[in-house]
């Protein structure tokens, strides 16, 4: 599974848009795309996934680089409860379903 | 629906002694895994499985066995638990790839003094 490379940490005012970046310079044409974050402790959440189209649900938007070394998740209007460490993961399509997790971005949404 | 849930949700265990740490799933899925989580880290793969009767090792598999009897359930056995083996432990299942994402349990807190 390629490598990915996420800031340590950002922050974000309650109420703006929250654009987490994600390089993944060595994906393969095979490999989707992962967003989970973990507020606090708690299990890991899904929020989105995507192979080459920018993809859109209830939580946040996904939007993949055309060369697709890249991605940025975007929470729409950051509230305090999206405080959480952001996970950017890649897999591999037809593999065993394993999760590799980096450290992730620890995003501090402000008041 | 319950989804993943993991027992006990907080372990103390002297070193040596061994525990098995349960999982399961009412969601049907095949893929369930066991990550643990040291302090300010990231999750690591410690075993996964792709259906019953068939495990494989993850990134960290030393010092744990798992088996998978059943669809439902994923037992994590730590066979001589020794303080490095203090984390907090994630299960997790999952269904058909890549269609569908991975649900969590709420994590045990286990620490081996």
């Known amino acids: 599974d390629a490598k990915t490379t996420q800031p340590p940490s950002m922050d974000c005012a309650e109420g703006r848009a929250a654009n987490l970046p994600c390089n993944h310079s060595?994906?393969?044409?095979?490999?989707?795309v992962y967003w989970y974050r973990q507020i606090h402790s708690q299990g890991p959440q899904y929020i989105i996934h995507?192979?080459?189209n920018n993809e859109t649900n209830e939580m946040a938007s996904l939007i993949i680089t055309e060369d697709r070394k890249s991605s940025t998740l975007i929470l729409p209007h950051a509230t305090l409860r999206d405080t959480a460490v952001y996970y950017c993961?890649?897999?591999?399509?037809?593999?065993?379903?394993?999760?590799?997790f980096g450290t992730g971005t620890l995003l501090a949404v402000q008041p | 629906n319950a989804g993943v849930t993991q027992t006990p949700k907080f372990q103390v265990l002297k070193t040596g002694q061994s525990m098995t740490l349960q999982c399961a799933q009412d969601?049907?899925?095949?893929?369930m895994s066991w990550y643990r989580q040291d302090p300010g880290m990231g999750l690591r793969l410690i075993h996964y499985?792709?259906?019953?009767?068939?495990?494989d090792q993850g990134e960290v598999p030393n010092g744990y066995n798992v088996s998978r009897s059943t669809t439902e359930d994923f037992p994590l056995r730590l066979l001589s638990a020794a303080p490095s083996q203090t984390s907090v432990y994630f299960c997790?299942?999952?269904?058909?790839?890549?269609?569908?994402?991975?649900?969590f349990g709420q994590g045990t807190r286990l620490t081996v003094v």
């Open positions: 997790a299942s999952s269904g058909t790839f890549p269609l569908t994402e991975a649900f």
């Open positions: 060595t994906i393969s044409g095979n490999e989707y």
């Open positions: 995507g192979l080459k």
């Open positions: 993961i890649v897999r591999v399509v037809g593999a065993t379903n394993k999760l590799i």
């Open positions: 969601m049907n899925h095949e893929y």
């Open positions: 499985s792709v259906g019953a009767g068939i495990t």
